[in-house]
Protein backbone atom coordinates (compact mmCIF):
# COMPACT_ATOMS: atom_id res chain seq x y z
CA UNK A 1 0.00 0.00 0.00
CA UNK A 2 1.15 3.46 -1.48
CA UNK A 3 1.81 6.15 1.63
CA UNK A 4 2.27 9.41 1.36
CA UNK A 5 2.63 13.00 2.83
CA UNK A 6 -0.49 14.13 4.55
CA UNK A 7 -1.36 18.23 4.41
CA UNK A 8 -0.52 18.77 7.85
CA UNK A 9 2.72 17.13 7.15
CA UNK A 10 3.18 19.39 4.65
CA UNK A 11 2.69 22.20 6.43
CA UNK A 12 4.75 21.54 9.19
CA UNK A 13 8.01 21.17 7.17
CA UNK A 14 7.13 23.82 5.35
CA UNK A 15 7.42 25.85 8.36
CA UNK A 16 10.38 24.20 9.81
CA UNK A 17 12.38 25.39 6.49
CA UNK A 18 10.51 29.24 6.64
CA UNK A 19 12.27 29.31 10.38
CA UNK A 20 15.20 28.01 8.98
CA UNK A 21 16.03 30.19 5.96
CA UNK A 22 14.81 33.11 8.12
CA UNK A 23 17.55 32.23 11.00
CA UNK A 24 19.98 31.54 8.01
CA UNK A 25 19.38 34.87 6.15
CA UNK A 26 19.31 36.74 9.22
CA UNK A 27 22.59 35.45 10.49
CA UNK A 28 24.21 36.19 6.78
CA UNK A 29 22.60 39.30 6.99
CA UNK A 30 24.09 40.63 10.01
CA UNK A 31 27.86 39.09 9.30
CA UNK A 32 27.59 41.07 6.13
CA UNK A 33 26.68 44.08 7.94
CA UNK A 34 29.76 43.47 10.49
CA UNK A 35 31.78 43.54 7.43
CA UNK A 36 30.36 46.50 5.91
CA UNK A 37 30.60 48.64 8.89
CA UNK A 38 34.52 47.04 9.38
CA UNK A 39 35.40 48.18 6.02
CA UNK A 40 33.62 51.44 6.09
CA UNK A 41 35.74 52.16 9.27
CA UNK A 42 38.56 51.21 7.80
CA UNK A 43 38.48 53.15 4.65
CA UNK A 44 37.01 56.46 7.47
CA UNK A 45 40.28 55.51 9.64
CA UNK A 46 42.44 55.31 6.75
CA UNK A 47 40.78 58.70 5.52
CA UNK A 48 41.80 60.52 8.03
CA UNK A 49 44.91 59.37 9.04
CA UNK A 50 46.39 60.31 5.34
CA UNK A 51 44.85 63.63 5.64
CA UNK A 52 45.93 64.44 8.99
CA UNK A 53 49.55 63.39 8.92
CA UNK A 54 49.96 65.01 5.80
CA UNK A 55 48.81 68.29 7.49
CA UNK A 56 51.30 67.77 10.77
CA UNK A 57 54.32 67.35 8.50
CA UNK A 58 53.70 69.91 6.22
CA UNK A 59 53.08 72.31 9.49
CA UNK A 60 56.31 71.48 11.15
CA UNK A 61 58.27 72.72 8.33
CA UNK A 62 56.33 76.26 8.20
CA UNK A 63 58.32 79.33 8.76
CA UNK A 64 58.62 80.74 12.36
CA UNK A 65 55.48 82.75 13.03
CA UNK A 66 53.96 82.45 9.91
CA UNK A 67 50.92 80.47 11.32
CA UNK A 68 47.28 82.35 10.42
CA UNK A 69 43.69 80.73 11.59
CA UNK A 70 40.72 82.25 10.12
CA UNK A 71 37.18 81.25 10.42
CA UNK A 72 34.03 82.34 8.89
CA UNK A 73 30.32 81.24 7.43
CA UNK A 74 31.25 77.51 8.36
CA UNK A 75 34.88 77.79 7.12
CA UNK A 76 38.01 77.48 8.81
CA UNK A 77 41.61 77.83 7.55
CA UNK A 78 44.81 76.95 8.72
CA UNK A 79 47.56 79.25 7.03
CA UNK A 80 51.27 78.76 6.99
CA UNK A 81 54.43 79.85 4.52
CA UNK A 82 56.62 76.32 3.66
CA UNK A 83 60.25 76.55 3.94
CA UNK A 84 62.35 75.71 1.15
CA UNK A 85 65.34 76.18 2.70
CA UNK A 86 67.34 77.65 5.49
CA UNK A 87 70.51 79.03 7.07
CA UNK A 88 72.97 81.07 8.74
CA UNK A 89 74.18 84.32 7.68
CA UNK A 90 77.91 86.27 8.18
CA UNK A 91 77.03 89.60 7.07
CA UNK A 92 73.35 91.34 6.96
CA UNK A 93 72.65 94.75 6.90
CA UNK A 94 70.37 95.59 10.33
CA UNK A 95 68.64 99.00 10.87
CA UNK A 96 69.98 101.71 11.57
CA UNK A 97 72.51 100.35 8.34
CA UNK A 98 72.18 100.21 4.95
CA UNK A 99 73.09 97.88 2.36
CA UNK A 100 72.89 96.01 -0.52
CA UNK A 101 75.38 92.82 0.27
CA UNK A 102 74.40 89.88 1.93
CA UNK A 103 77.11 86.90 2.95
CA UNK A 104 74.96 83.74 3.53
CA UNK A 105 76.49 80.30 5.02
CA UNK A 106 74.42 77.42 2.93
CA UNK A 107 75.91 74.09 1.91
CA UNK A 108 73.60 73.15 -0.78
CA UNK A 109 72.87 76.66 -2.97
CA UNK A 110 70.80 76.71 -5.52
CA UNK A 111 70.12 79.19 -8.27
CA UNK A 112 66.32 78.63 -8.29
CA UNK A 113 66.74 80.30 -4.79
CA UNK A 114 67.17 83.72 -6.23
CA UNK A 115 63.80 85.38 -6.52
CA UNK A 116 62.13 83.31 -3.35
CA UNK A 117 61.38 85.55 -0.13
CA UNK A 118 64.18 86.04 2.15
CA UNK A 119 63.23 86.58 5.42
CA UNK A 120 64.79 87.69 8.52
CA UNK A 121 63.79 87.23 12.16
CA UNK A 122 60.36 87.14 11.44
CA UNK A 123 58.02 87.77 14.85
CA UNK A 124 54.57 88.20 13.94
CA UNK A 125 52.82 86.89 11.05
CA UNK A 126 52.76 90.68 9.06
CA UNK A 127 56.22 90.13 8.88
CA UNK A 128 55.71 87.86 5.75
CA UNK A 129 52.28 88.23 4.59
CA UNK A 130 52.19 92.09 4.61
CA UNK A 131 55.03 94.90 3.17
CA UNK A 132 57.80 94.23 6.04
CA UNK A 133 61.30 95.33 5.70
CA UNK A 134 62.17 91.51 8.06
CA UNK A 135 60.94 89.96 4.54
CA UNK A 136 62.26 90.81 0.95
CA UNK A 137 62.35 89.18 -2.30
CA UNK A 138 65.93 88.04 -3.31
CA UNK A 139 65.98 89.93 -5.57
CA UNK A 140 70.54 90.24 -7.09
CA UNK A 141 73.23 88.41 -8.41
CA UNK A 142 75.48 86.28 -6.85
CA UNK A 143 79.07 86.75 -6.04
CA UNK A 144 82.50 84.81 -6.75
CA UNK A 145 83.21 84.11 -3.23
CA UNK A 146 87.07 85.45 -2.31
CA UNK A 147 87.93 82.81 0.01
CA UNK A 148 87.02 79.55 -2.72
CA UNK A 149 84.57 78.44 0.24
CA UNK A 150 81.52 76.75 -1.41
CA UNK A 151 79.16 76.95 2.11
CA UNK A 152 79.87 80.96 1.78
CA UNK A 153 77.03 82.51 -0.71
CA UNK A 154 77.75 86.38 -1.41
CA UNK A 155 74.80 88.27 -3.16
CA UNK A 156 74.77 91.74 -4.14
CA UNK A 157 71.19 93.04 -3.80
CA UNK A 158 69.41 94.92 -6.55
CA UNK A 159 68.78 97.74 -4.07
CA UNK A 160 70.00 98.26 -0.78
CA UNK A 161 68.15 97.58 2.37
CA UNK A 162 68.09 97.53 5.88
CA UNK A 163 66.42 94.45 7.97
CA UNK A 164 64.52 95.90 10.98
CA UNK A 165 66.19 93.27 13.24
CA UNK A 166 69.13 90.79 13.60
CA UNK A 167 68.54 87.24 14.57
CA UNK A 168 70.10 85.94 17.67
CA UNK A 169 70.86 82.64 16.16
CA UNK A 170 72.39 84.90 12.29
CA UNK A 171 69.52 82.38 10.66
CA UNK A 172 67.51 82.79 7.87
CA UNK A 173 64.43 81.67 5.98
CA UNK A 174 63.82 80.84 1.93
CA UNK A 175 60.12 80.86 1.81
CA UNK A 176 58.06 79.39 -0.96
CA UNK A 177 56.93 81.34 -3.82
CA UNK A 178 53.26 81.29 -1.82
CA UNK A 179 51.53 80.37 1.27
CA UNK A 180 49.81 77.03 1.93
CA UNK A 181 46.44 76.24 3.37
CA UNK A 182 44.38 73.89 4.85
CA UNK A 183 40.67 74.44 5.13
CA UNK A 184 37.77 72.78 6.11
CA UNK A 185 34.13 73.80 4.54
CA UNK A 186 31.17 72.61 6.75
CA UNK A 187 28.79 72.38 4.23
CA UNK A 188 30.91 70.01 1.87
CA UNK A 189 32.35 68.07 5.21
CA UNK A 190 35.80 68.63 2.90
CA UNK A 191 38.99 68.83 4.14
CA UNK A 192 41.10 70.86 0.94
CA UNK A 193 44.73 72.04 0.64
CA UNK A 194 45.52 74.78 -1.08
CA UNK A 195 48.58 76.23 -2.91
CA UNK A 196 49.96 78.63 -5.89
CA UNK A 197 48.28 82.11 -4.28
CA UNK A 198 50.43 85.05 -3.44
CA UNK A 199 51.06 86.11 0.18
CA UNK A 200 48.16 88.28 1.43
CA UNK A 201 47.48 90.72 4.37
CA UNK A 202 44.44 89.47 4.91
CA UNK A 203 43.76 85.55 5.11
CA UNK A 204 41.67 84.27 2.65
CA UNK A 205 38.67 82.27 3.14
CA UNK A 206 39.72 79.83 1.31
CA UNK A 207 42.12 80.91 -1.16
CA UNK A 208 41.20 81.69 -4.65
CA UNK A 209 44.04 78.59 -5.57
CA UNK A 210 41.94 75.17 -6.70
CA UNK A 211 42.17 73.24 -3.89
CA UNK A 212 42.72 69.51 -3.63
CA UNK A 213 40.49 67.40 -2.10
CA UNK A 214 42.15 65.87 1.33
CA UNK A 215 39.34 64.22 3.56
CA UNK A 216 35.66 63.67 2.98
CA UNK A 217 33.08 63.11 5.72
CA UNK A 218 34.35 65.30 8.02
CA UNK A 219 32.28 66.04 10.51
CA UNK A 220 34.27 68.83 12.12
CA UNK A 221 37.59 70.58 12.68
CA UNK A 222 39.50 73.04 15.30
CA UNK A 223 42.50 75.05 14.85
CA UNK A 224 44.13 76.70 17.53
CA UNK A 225 47.33 78.40 17.90
CA UNK A 226 49.32 79.21 20.62
CA UNK A 227 51.70 81.93 20.65
CA UNK A 228 55.62 81.29 21.30
CA UNK A 229 57.17 81.94 24.80
CA UNK A 230 60.76 81.81 25.87
CA UNK A 231 60.59 78.15 26.70
CA UNK A 232 59.31 76.68 23.13
CA UNK A 233 57.98 78.15 19.88
CA UNK A 234 55.02 78.01 17.88
CA UNK A 235 52.26 75.00 19.07
CA UNK A 236 49.36 74.49 17.29
CA UNK A 237 46.21 71.91 18.32
CA UNK A 238 45.24 70.34 15.36
CA UNK A 239 41.50 68.55 15.89
CA UNK A 240 39.95 66.59 13.30
CA UNK A 241 36.49 64.54 14.08
CA UNK A 242 35.75 61.89 11.08
CA UNK A 243 32.54 60.27 10.47
CA UNK A 244 30.24 58.10 8.51
CA UNK A 245 26.40 57.22 8.43
CA UNK A 246 27.26 53.41 10.30
CA UNK A 247 30.42 53.43 12.28
CA UNK A 248 30.81 55.44 15.13
CA UNK A 249 33.21 59.03 14.64
CA UNK A 250 36.89 59.03 14.86
CA UNK A 251 39.10 61.77 16.54
CA UNK A 252 42.56 62.32 15.38
CA UNK A 253 44.06 65.35 18.12
CA UNK A 254 47.43 66.50 17.44
CA UNK A 255 49.87 69.15 19.49
CA UNK A 256 52.37 70.19 16.96
CA UNK A 257 55.29 71.61 17.77
CA UNK A 258 56.86 73.75 15.14
CA UNK A 259 60.30 73.50 15.46
CA UNK A 260 61.75 75.85 13.34
CA UNK A 261 63.31 79.16 15.66
CA UNK A 262 63.98 82.41 14.39
Not at 126 to 131: E, G, K, R
Not at 197 to 221: E, F, S
Request: proline share 6%.
Amino acid sequence: MARGFTLTELIIVMVILAILAIGASSYLGIGARMYSEASEREQLLSSGRFAAERLVRELRGAVPNSVRIAQSAGINCLEFAPIVSSGLYQQLPVAPDRAATLSLLHISWQASFLGLPFTVYPVTPADIYTASEATILLEGTLQADADANPATIEIELANAHSFPKSSPEQRFYLLAEGPTSFCYNALTQELRRYQGYAYLATQPLPPVAAGILMAKNVRAVSFTRVPASLSRNNVVNVMLRFGASNVDDLYFNYEVHIPNVP
